[in-house]
């Protein structure tokens, strides 16, 4: 099975492909990048090319499931109406792909990454370093997040 997993945002997107066949004890990180949107476009354009970016992926690498964490409420209302924005985009492209979607909270993240739903970044990101194989040196915290959250619908789901 292939995932695809998504950390939303219109700045910077966190994106990973996982693999994990049966009999395979450790899911493998296929691709992992930052996609990152200039502050000089107009919003709409950044959709426009987070929507690009992502049915590219998908068409490259085929995943069946994409895997995107849920919203979380903050003080600041634009940032969350855009990252909500995002994530349509997102959802819509993975639709149009004909993938699953599941979707995951911050707190189902940190359970099924460290087994405590309270953990911290600095935790969740080490425990991503031990169950998959991947490159420490070039792995920005949201290419980590997309990681984390592909692994989540890897442990929820069932082959």
Known sequence: MRILGIDPGFERLGVAILEKNKGEKKEKVLFSECFK????????ERLFLIGKEIKNIIKKFKPEVLAIETLFLTTNQKTVMHVAEVRGVIIYEASLGGLKIFE???????????????????????????LVEIDNLK????????????????????F
């Open 37 to 44: 949107t200039s502050a000089k476009l107009e919003f709409s």
């Open 139 to 158: 792995k920005s915290d949201d290419e980590l997040d997309a990681i984390a959250i592909a692994l989540t619908a890897f442990a929820h789901m069932r």
């Open 104 to 130: 995951a909270s911050p707190p189902q993240i940190k359970i099924a990454t460290t087994g405590y739903g309270k953990a911290n970044k600095e935790q969740v990101m080490k425990m991503v370093k031990i």
